[in-house]
């Protein structure tokens, strides 16, 4: 392999592996926006616990933990498509390594 072939291997390699850690970055950003709604349903749940809430108090409460769970799926699927694209740019960083070094 000559060096100049073998230099843009290696410059793709790089480039992969600077998206991958971007890509693993947003990963952990979502994993925190989700231990965030989920400490906000525990909030809902708590307050949905409380005896003295009205049957419109409970209504909110629970329209309130509805749109949180389903935020929580949202950022959840989110974060699974994320990994999905992690890894699929770890495996073309691998390709790449095997072409470089055969």
Do not use: C, F, P
Not at 18 to 26: K, S
Request: proline share 0%.
């Amino acid at each position: 392999m000559s060096g100049i072939v073998e230099e843009e291997y290696i410059n793709d390699i790089k480039k992969i592996e600077e998206e991958i850690n971007g890509v693993g970055l947003e990963i952990k950003k979502a994993e925190e926006k989700i231990e965030g709604v989920e400490e906000k349903i525990e909030r809902v749940e708590i307050k949905l616990s409380d005896q003295s809430l009205t049957d419109k108090d409970i209504e909110y409460w629970r329209d309130k933990e509805i749109a949180l769970r389903k935020d929580k799926d949202r950022l959840g699927e989110k974060q699974n498509n994320l990994i999905q694209k992690q890894n699929n740019l770890i495996l073309e960083r691998n390709t790449l390594i095997q072409e470089k070094n055969a």
